[in-house]
């Protein structure tokens, strides 16, 4: 739409956004000039400090601006449980839903020999010093119920119990408000295996 | 996700995109922030770059940087013909799909008295005057084929015809590769309507 290019440009840096094809970044490059242009600008100052800001959280890597994050700096959660989580989003899910009242710890990815993912990049070293210190009681592995998933968790676990740390795992099982005859078969053959008692 | 609140403006702020809810803002955060944070910083000095400096040529409306938009500043553009669309998108629209030759003006909108949206607020002032000074032979109106559409074509038609100019409007019918039986009653209508001699 642009003389020369700056708009062209817009539309080609939006296409950083994941799920953003062509025609919805220009559809957002349109709406913005038009529409929004105070939001763009806010937009575009927040990204780029967010960018610069935005750093690991040394103790558990949870994205921050800060040293620790807003959960390991919070006294009143407890520092003897530690749940161990794949992704940011992951965090925020379990936060939302649950009243764990313990702190986190964050992988940002799983185990993947073939990509070259090994227990360095998940920060496992720094896991293993954290444990080493001593305080944590209870290592509560939330990491996906998938096969790369379950292959860290076992890793995690290996290295606890050098620890002497306790371990658990959260619970597979049917999901809670779906009907049965749609859960497909290691879903339900986890269920019978890890059958509780009612009553 | 963040100790205080960077990560937390960071998604608000990309909610101004249009189509993008709460959690696909989240979603966006993380993945740059994870993944592709030069790019990140890219769209950021480029978004406040692109709405300091683009604004509307000032000749037809588009947008652009320069004084005068790709189109009417081409030589090779026909200045005879006007092309009047509603939106920005459908001048890429038609450019990517026809063969044109001339030049276009965009309304950015159309007529709707209860928004209070009135002639000058489409340029019809700008229009008025550039058929005034003459070196206009034709005009294609593609505005939408839509009640407002076909009223603010009525009205530029008002205003052609005031200066001699030739008024045509792009033909509506089936669509091109779609099934007969899925047109609506009103395409059709206009369909037998307007039909052309085949042989």
Redesign the interface.
């Given at each position: 739409?642009?003389?020369?290019g700056?708009?062209e440009?817009?539309v080609e840096?939006?296409r950083?956004?994941?799920?953003v094809g062509p025609k919805?970044a220009?559809?957002?490059?349109?709406?913005?000039?038009?529409r929004?242009?105070e939001?763009?600008?806010?937009?575009?100052?927040?990204?780029?400090?967010?960018?610069?800001?935005?750093h690991h959280?040394q103790q558990c890597r949870?994205?921050?601006?800060?040293t620790?994050?807003?959960w390991c700096?919070d006294p009143a959660r407890r520092s003897s449980q530690l749940c161990i989580v794949e992704?940011?989003?992951d965090?925020?899910a379990i936060d939302r839903a649950t009243h764990y009242p313990g702190k986190y710890f964050l992988l940002?990815g799983h185990l993947s020999p073939l990509d070259g993912i090994g227990p360095r990049d998940l920060g496992l070293d720094l896991l293993d010093a954290r444990l080493q210190s001593g305080g944590i009681d209870e290592i509560i592995l939330a990491t996906s119920p998938t096969v790369e998933g379950q292959a860290t968790a076992r890793f995690i676990a290996d290295l606890a119990a050098r620890h002497g740390v306790s371990v658990m795992q959260i619970a597979r099982g049917v999901p809670v408000g779906s009907e049965l005859e749609f859960a497909d078969g290691s879903t339900l053959s986890v269920a019978f295996e890890q059958r509780t008692p009612l009553i």
């Open positions: 739409m642009s003389g020369s700056l708009l440009d817009l840096s939006l950083c956004l994941p799920g919805s220009q559809r957002m490059a349109l709406h913005l000039l038009q929004d242009r939001a763009a600008r806010r937009l575009g100052t927040t990204l780029i400090s967010a960018m610069d800001r935005i959280c949870i994205f921050t601006e800060n620790l994050c807003r700096s992704n940011p989003a965090v925020l940002l």
